[in-house]
């Protein structure tokens, strides 16, 4: 609704020194003749691995792009003799990669691995907070310049909306290029293509008490707004879909809504902000929002499709027809995932837990965390889910609030599974982990005694 230019934004104290390693790993990529791209599988790491390839084609440098799921000892003996190699939104956190015999540049913000002295770019070498102010596609496209879009929607895939920092400084770059719009608008999540009363019912930020979950209050909630507000012949409006007056009108009945809940004032601030729009994109409803464009990017890759990911960012013809068919399939298995995790969920005291051992895919079980919050967000959830080795695959996922009181998933992650046999990390807000199957028992005691204790410190 307002698109007013904010003020520019001063950049970080070793701006230079980044910028000078960003050009610097720009010429080594433009010289290599025919490399190998190595992402991470996740919304970020297909929009930054899209953004090296969109560089290298308008070079016609050819290259091939392997996507995988986590940088192992199996993937890097693989890629061991490769004589280019450049990798996104991994990467910078594996000792392995200094013993690869090529050339190598990486893109990465996660925190970076002691023996690992490889040309890198990365925020956290030049003391910018790669968690929250840098994500792999904006580290990638300060360096390469290529598919602006495709770096704010791995920033919003990363959760780092609203954009500080170094990504704020991007997207101020974009929006006067008319790249971007950042409109203040209802933040909720599908509001260009989920029907009114889902997009209620899957809000989690702010949660709706006594709507989230439950999509016929939903709809009773709309009519209460007034006779037949937000229908339309064939069922429901999507909120992209309602005219100035109507979305006035429903964001003025949730704020009333949340007022009326307990601590719901607070929440009722967190309705309204920052969205990003495409202008380019602005008829393919897909790819509008970034929100949106980058559940298409999860759903590709947890689906096992990251080429399809690529190639809707590359904007290949039919990718995106195969993307919306996939689309439907993943909000499906969202939907069955997200009613089992309301039912099933339990309080553990420290944490939410919800096991989904069998029924949840691994592949959206993190997705499935992220979107439950039940009775509020005071608590930081643990979810699993059997991986298709028969481990034991471990989602958190923490809140804004609860990471500024000192919760750090990742930290505490890999604290809890280095004893285990497991191997664990991410980032302070979502983590993941992998814990072999009979460990389980030790880790869910092991773990609650280490999110107090950085609570507690926290706290001093
Ligand atoms: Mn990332």
Redesign the pocket.
């Known amino acids: 609704m307002d698109d007013s230019p904010a003020p520019p934004l001063s950049p970080p104290a070793r701006w230079g020194e980044f910028l000078a390693r960003a050009q610097e790993c720009h010429e080594v990529v433009e010289r290599m003749k025919s490399p190998l791209i190595v992402n ?1 599988y ?1 919304c ?2 297909l929009t ?1 691995g899209a953004i090296v390839c969109a560089f290298l084609e308008e070079r016609k440098i050819p290259y091939r792009i392997n996507t995988i799921r986590k940088l192992d000892e199996a993937v890097l003996n693989e890629i061991r003799r490769e004589p280019e190699l450049v990798f996104t ?1 991994l990467g910078g956190g594996t000792d392995g990669v200094q013993e690869l015999e090529g050339e190598v540049v990486i893109f990465d ?2 925190p970076i691995a002691p023996k690992n002295a490889r040309l890198q770019l990365n925020p956290h070498m030049f003391g910018i907070d790669g968690g929250a102010q840098m ?3 904006t580290t990638a496209y300060w360096s390469l310049r290529a598919l602006p879009e495709a770096a704010i929607v ?1 920033a919003v895939g ?1 959760v780092q909306s609203p954009m500080q920092g170094p990504n704020r400084l991007l997207l101020q770059e974009l929006q006067a290029a008319g790249v971007v719009q950042a409109p203040i608008d209802l933040k909720m999540y599908g509001r260009i293509s989920r029907p009114l009363p889902q997009l209620l019912a899957y809000a989690d930020d702010p949660y709706l008490p006594g709507l989230s979950g439950h999509e016929e209050r939903c709809a009773q909630f709309l009519e209460s707004i007034a006779k037949s507000f937000g229908k339309k012949d064939a069922g429901w409006k999507t909120y992209g879909e309602l005219d100035a007056e109507e979305r006035k009108k429903l964001i003025g009945a949730l704020a009333v809504h949340l007022a009326e809940s307990a601590g719901g004032r607070a929440a009722a601030s967190r309705l309204v902000g920052e969205v990003y729009l495409f202008p380019r994109f602005a008829n393919t409803p897909e790819l509008y929002e970034a929100g949106e464009f980058s559940t298409l990017m999860n759903a590709c890759g947890r689906h096992e499709q990251p080429q399809l990911g690529i190639d809707i960012c590359l904007g290949r013809a039919e990718a995106l027809e195969k993307g919306a068919a996939l689309l439907a399939l993943h909000r499906r298995l969202l939907r069955e995932g997200v009613e089992y995790a309301y039912a099933s969920v339990r309080d553990w005291g420290p944490f939410l837990f919800l096991d989904g051992r069998g029924v949840i895919d691994d592949g959206i079980i993190g997705v499935v965390a992220g979107m439950l919050y039940p009775g509020g967000r005071q608590k930081p959830i643990v979810a699993i889910a059997l991986d298709r080795e028969g481990k034991i695959k471990v989602s958190m996922r923490g809140t804004k609030k609860l990471v500024s009181q000192g919760l750090n998933l990742g930290l505490a992650l890999r604290e809890a599974c280095m004893p285990l046999g497991g191997a664990g990390g991410g980032h302070a807000i979502a983590a993941g982990a992998s814990v072999p199957p009979d460990r389980l028992d030790e880790f869910l005691k092991s773990f609650p005694k280490i999110l107090q204790k950085q609570m507690v410190k926290a706290g001093e």
Request: hydrophobic share 10%; with cysteine.
């Open positions: 991470h996740d970020d790491g930054s939104d913000h996660h994500c792999g596609a791995g990363d």
